[in-house]
Nanobody, 128 residues
């Protein structure tokens, strides 16, 4: 089992920045691909970003490209989401998710169904 704990959410003005962290722990917490998703009220959960275990491949939703960046520290088994130039439409609960890197992808890495483990979420609110 893997436990994921997000932190770093909060309230920020439009144009501001936040950095989310997601710490993984548990028996199977090594060799994980990590993803970030978000869910706004009344909307489905949507993909934001992902990073493979090696850290050499990253993926972003079109809506956040050029503004958000994900990175990881495998020694700490922690992944980060740096969010810059935030907009009110970025307001949502942000979740980190994990999947075993050794399991071949059956669909795009942006698909929620690819992930086995989820954090509890952290609220990000961007005021206009």
């Amino acid at each position: 089992q893997v436990q994921l704990v997000e932190s770093g959410g909060g309230l920020v003005q439009a144009g501001g920045s936040l950095r989310l962290s997601c710490a993984a722990s548990g028996r199977s917490s090594s060799s994980l691909d990590m993803g970030w998703f978000r869910q706004a009220p009344g909307k489905e959960r949507e993909f934001v970003a992902a990073i493979r275990w090696s850290g050499t491949s990253t993926y972003y939703a079109d809506s956040v490209k050029g503004r958000f960046a994900t990175s990881r520290d495998n020694a700490k088994i922690t992944v980060y989401l740096q969010m810059n130039s935030l907009k009110p439409e970025d307001t949502a609960v942000y979740y980190c998710a994990a999947r075993p890197t050794m399991r071949p992808l059956r669909s795009p890495i942006s698909n929620v169904d690819e992930y086995d483990y989820w954090g509890q979420g952290t609220q990000v609110t961007v005021s206009s």
